[in-house]
C-alpha cells in the first residue's frame, strides 16, 4: 500500500485546532469514497502545518479526478479557510514488492471479504485476487460506499470478537458463519446491489470456523445444498464456491 502525504500551511489566522478537525473531516470523507484505507492515519501539526499519512491501495488515489461531492468541497473548505494550497504526495510504501491494486479491465467477478486486520478494500477482484479500490465502482450510496464500509466495520467487530475468545465469542462466530444472520443478510444485500450497478458477479465470503468435522469437502451449499467443493482451491484460499448462490467459503482447518 501507499502512504500520502496531505500537507496544509495555514497562512492565514485560522485556529490550527480547528484546521486540524477539517483535515480529519477531509481523511474522514476520502475513506467514505474509497480513497484511503483504514482509520489509522498519522496526523499531526509541525509548525504551522497541518500534515496527515493515510494509506491508499494506489499512487494516485487520492487524484482530484477520483474525488466526489463531499471530498471537493471538504478539500475547498480547508483551502479557504487557510488561504492557501493542499499538498498532496506520495511519502513511501507499506512493502518493498507492493505494486498496485486490481489492474483488470474487467473482472469476472467480485468477493465481498474483509477480516480483523485488514486495511485492504473490503471489495476483492476475482480475477487477480487484487483489492479492488471503491472508488473504481460505481457510486453506491450518497456520492461514496457508507453502507459497504458499515458491513465491513460490522464483519471487522465480529471478528475481533472471534479472535478476543472472551466476549459473545459464539454469537460473533455465527454471524459470519450462519447465511441467514444480521450480518451475512446485510452483505448479501450489498453484493445483490454491487451485481446490479457492476453487472458484473458479487460472490459473499462466507466464514467457516470449527463447525463442520469429517470430510469437509463433501459438505454442500448452505444455500442451495448442492455439492460447492472445489477439485482445486480458488487462488489458493478458497475452497467452496457455489455460483447459484454466489457465495465462497474456506475450509475449516480442523477436519
Ligand atoms: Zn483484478
Ligand atoms: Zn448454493
Redo the contacts with the bound molecule.
Sequence with gaps: MYIQEIQVEIKSKADKDEIFEEMSFLTHYYRGNGQSQGRIESQYIAGSKIICLPFTLEKDSLDRKYNNFYTDRQREKIEQLCDTKIQIKTVGKTCETYNSA???KK?DFYILITNYITIESPIC?G??H?SVPLYRLPKYADHGYAPILSWESNYISCDTLQMNCEVGERWASNQMEDLKSTLTKQGLKICRTLESLTHTPVYYYLHNYSKYKGDELSRTCPGCNSNWGLQAPLHDRYDFKCDQCRLVSTLSGFS
Design positions: 486490481c489492474n483488470c473482472s477482484c480475477t487477480c487484487q
